[in-house]
């Protein structure tokens, strides 16, 4: 049996992993440590802490007393970061928050990771480290920068950031692979493409245009819609994560993603066009539309359901033109592949958001109303 300390579970990618550690994973123990920020949500995961193998504290991986003493109480084996502040529009908002969160927070689970792992010293005077322990850092394409139309990002690409948000994911990736360096401590990074599917929350390009689609209301895009983004169902991200907990090379960084790049408009025109279909083959869905408007047949209409609630808005600060992932390494040293076609993959998304809306209104009931209209009012 390992235990995990695994951070930031209450958010999106992280409640993933911690199901899909749960169902696939019976050596695993986990212990979540999440400071439930307006973007984590301890309903996600009720039901998983609600378990002999998985336990929850709240707090924040910058508090060095508590992360301290959560190593001294548990032992862990693993740590697998995922705690972050996740979104490039309130990075260009607010950076202060991402350099204490994404940077300094990491750093602190290093120090507090290396003073619990740490066995002695070698003849050369670095550390020597107790058996079998592992640091994972999950990072972002975002650190290598934007493409052009050709190429990929390979982990040899030059990093490069330019949104607040990157930046502050770089300089985390820094200091990991210098306390791999420094002390030899055994970590790895895996640096993953634009993820989507169930519990992602809705200030994010696919789940705010369904959100924005069942309440009628207008589908922001940015500057022209031509940026590209490589898309990755979050299970498979899940996976690879896992992959390279258990068999990747300490010292060594993963790209994840599964050649899935598509423009923003085409992931809006398909979002719409799906949603359309689906209450079109299902009419039990439209009940959970918020714009009621009741067509001929007397049923919920959804003539309304089409490319003219597209809106182009002001562009993004520094936006990147294109992500694009060479997964090759990944592939060919641990055989990870995805499993989750786009095709079939953002179907079950859009069916999972149809039928979890209470979800959704449990994430958006703080201060999301306000966000939302600052930034896609008021920019
Ligand atoms: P998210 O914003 O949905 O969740 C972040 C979680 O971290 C939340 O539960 C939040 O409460 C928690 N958190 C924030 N600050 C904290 C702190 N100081 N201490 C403890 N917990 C804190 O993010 P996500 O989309 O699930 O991303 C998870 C990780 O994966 C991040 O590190 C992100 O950079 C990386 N990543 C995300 C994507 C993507 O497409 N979403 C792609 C590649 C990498
Ligand atoms: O590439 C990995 C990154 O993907 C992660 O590191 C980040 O944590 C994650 O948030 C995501 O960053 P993006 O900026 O790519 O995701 P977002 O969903 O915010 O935007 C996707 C694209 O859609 C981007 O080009 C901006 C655009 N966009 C976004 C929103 C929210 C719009 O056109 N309209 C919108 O309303």
């Not at 322990?133 to 052009?148: C, I, P």
């Amino acid at each position: 049996m390992k235990t995990y300390l695994v951070t930031g579970a209450a958010g999106f990618i992280g409640a993933n992993y911690i199901k899909y550690l749960l169902k696939n994973y019976p050596d695993v123990k986990i212990v979540v440590l999440d400071l439930l920020t307006y973007a984590g949500n301890l309903g996600t995961i009720a039901k998983d802490i609600d378990n002999d193998r998985c336990t929850f504290h709240r707090g924040n991986i910058g508090d060095r007393a508590l992360v301290d003493s959560l190593f001294a109480e548990y032992k862990f084996d693993v740590v697998v970061n995922f705690a972050a502040e996740s979104h490039v529009d309130r990075s260009i908002e607010n950076p202060q928050l991402f350099l204490e969160t994404n940077i300094l927070g990491t750093q602190n689970l290093l120090d507090s990771a290396r003073k619990a792992w740490v066995t002695g010293k070698d003849e050369q005077g670095y550390p020597t480290w107790r058996e079998g322990v592992r640091y994972h850092q999950v990072s972002t394409d975002e650190v290598y920068g934007s493409l052009g139309d050709e190429g990929y990002f390979t982990e040899d690409t030059p990093l490069c950031p330019h949104s607040p948000y990157s930046a502050s994911k770089t300089s985390a990736d820094l200091f990991v692979m210098a306390y791999h360096d420094t002390f030899h401590m055994p970590v790895t990074i895996t640096r993953c493409s634009n993820n989507y599917g169930p519990y992602h929350f809705p200030e994010k390009l696919i789940p705010l245009i369904i959100k924005n689609i069942l309440e009628g209301k207008k589908l922001p895009v940015y500057g022209d819609g031509s940026n590209v983004r490589d898309w990755l169902y979050v299970e498979d991200h899940c996976k690879a994560i896992e992959m390279v907990v258990r068999n990747g090379r300490v010292g060594q960084v993963y790209n994840v993603g599964g050649h899935n790049e598509k423009k923003n408009i085409e992931i809006v025109r398909l979002t719409i066009s799906t949603i359309h279909r689906l209450m079109t083959e299902t009419p039990e869905y439209r009940k959970v539309l918020k714009k009621k408007e009741l067509g001929a047949d007397g049923q919920l209409s959804i003539d309304w359901i089409n490319d003219s609630l597209i809106t182009y808005v002001k562009d993004r600060l520094g936006h990147d033109q294109r992500y694009a992932i060479d997964p090759t390494k990944i592939k060919e040293e641990l055989g990870w592949y995805p499993e989750t076609t786009f095709e079939v993959g953002i179907v079950k998304t859009i069916e999972w958001y149809l039928n979890n809306q209470a979800w959704v209104e449990e994430v958006t009931s703080g201060d999301y109303q306000h966000y939302y209209e600052r930034m896609y009012t008021g920019r």
